[in-house]
T-cell receptor, first 111, second 118 residues
Framework: RKEVEQDPGPFNVPEGATVAFNCTYS??????FFWYRQDCRKEPKLLMS???SGNEDGRFTAQLNRASQYISLLIRDSKLSDSATYLC????????????FGAGTTVTVRA | NAGVMQNPRHLVRRRGQEARLRCSPM?????VYWYRQLPEEGLKFMVY????????ESGMPKERFSAEFPKEGPSILRIQQVVRGDSAAYFC????????????????FGPGTRLLVL
């Protein structure tokens, strides 16, 4: 089983729609989880950390399900500018520096 | 406050040549990480350095690849005798390296160097 698996998409949604996708991880010892965003041919940028209790940042909501070993990202009221590839990222322990990246889920928001 | 800087942004090399990729971390950051991204794949950890020290190079190929982060100047990722399979985007990230509340500081990424081996 891969360390992290993401549905590559693409998810094609109209403006204003809600889109959600998951990312599964194989290492049950993983403690820190993040969603990064990567625009075409650019560097990854931190979108948000994912906390055990779930967290929200504006239109973005992240959830962690430890029992089933996945994290999720939900985008409400999609904007054209949300079109990007969303990378699921985690490290194995809170004092570990290695980030493991998923291959990404591509979201395309159309007018 | 300048972010992580990498140069060159694009690098073309012929097979057998050497490639040198440079990374200047954000101001105040003393920890540098190199990642490689192959087309349609996620980023893969290569090496973690602090000033004058290689902390973890477990993600680096055993041959042809080396990295350094000298006391003065940028971090360098060096690829000797490049092959076509080395063509990829190489990203550098930096962090202060501190642990706050049990969570390591976020890594900030540079714009990457896209290496093309002909």
């Amino acid at each position: 089983r891969k360390e992290v698996e993401q549905d590559p998409g693409p998810f094609n949604v109209p403006e204003g729609a809600t889109v959600a996708f998951n990312c599964t991880y194989s290492n049950s010892a993983s403690q820190s989880f993040f969603w990064y965003r990567q625009d075409c041919r650019k560097e990854p940028k931190l979108l948000m950390s994912v906390y055990s209790s779930g967290n929200e940042d504006g239109r973005f909501t992240a959830q962690l399900n430890r029992a089933s070993q996945y994290i999720s990202l939900l985008i409400r009221d999609s904007k054209l500018s949300d079109s990007a590839t969303y990378l699921c990222v985690f490290d194995f322990r809170s004092n570990d520096y290695k980030l493991s990246f998923g291959a990404g889920t591509t979201v395309t928001v159309r007018a | 406050n300048a972010g992580v800087m990498q140069n060159p942004r694009h690098l073309v090399r012929r097979r057998g040549q050497e490639a040198r990729l440079r990374c200047s971390p954000m101001k105040g950051h003393s920890h540098v990480y190199w990642y490689r991204q192959l087309p349609e794949e996620g980023l893969k950890f290569m090496v973690y350095l602090q000033k004058e020290n290689i902390i973890d190079e477990s993600g680096m190929p055993k041959e042809r690849f080396s990295a350094e982060f000298p006391k003065e100047g940028p971090s360098i990722l060096r690829i000797q005798q490049v092959v076509r399979g080395d063509s990829a985007a190489y990203f550098c990230a930096s962090s202060p390296g501190q642990i706050t509340g049990g969570i390591r500081e976020t890594q900030y990424f540079g714009p990457g160097t896209r290496l093309l081996v002909l």
